[in-house]
């Protein structure tokens, strides 16, 4: 996953010189603002999709535990601050390959999972997400697939 931080400090679509660091934590920010509203969506945001986040953030971006948790820190100021989801998704739009987003939207699915339920408001979200970062419906699906077949055979959901 070094790869991904060096790609995204190394893009800058305005011609500037990187933002290095800043850039980086930009975009973990964004991304993890996504999961974090996910996870809340639905009146609760319990620790089992709080360890799915941090998780996430650390096998995926390379953090440590410290790391991750500024950065949900970071992410949950950010929410509070905001009236929509488009500049986050367009921060990540910008800095990530489809495969990538698609990633981001499988640990969606592992955070709307998390309770084994999908609860109304989870469904509506994690729909509107990925058509903010302009991923198809089957994409979708399948990254729902993928998630759900990683589930034990006990979990529902």
């Not at 601050?81 to 390959?97: K, M, P, T, Y």
Request: proline share 1%.
């Amino acid at each position: 996953m070094l790869d991904l931080v060096k790609k995204l400090l190394a893009k800058n679509d305005t011609g500037q010189a990187s933002q290095g660091g800043a850039g980086q934590h930009r975009i973990l920010v964004a991304t993890c603002a996504l999961l974090v509203e996910m996870a809340a969506v639905d009146g609760e945001f319990t620790s089992e999709e709080r360890d799915v986040i941090l998780h996430a953030m650390r096998s995926t971006y390379g953090m440590n535990g410290d790391e991750a948790a500024s950065i949900m820190e970071a992410a949950r100021a950010e929410l509070k601050g905001s009236i929509d989801l488009w500049q986050f998704a367009r921060l990540i739009n910008e800095a990530f390959s489809e495969e990538e987003k698609i990633r981001v939207m499988e640990t969606v699915w592992k955070i709307v999972y998390a309770d084994h339920r999908l609860d109304g408001h989870e469904d509506h979200l994690v729909h509107r997400l990925a058509d903010l970062l302009h991923l198809s419906h089957s994409q979708l699906i399948d990254a729902k697939i993928r998630v759900k077949n990683l589930k034990p055979a006990s979990s529902r959901g």
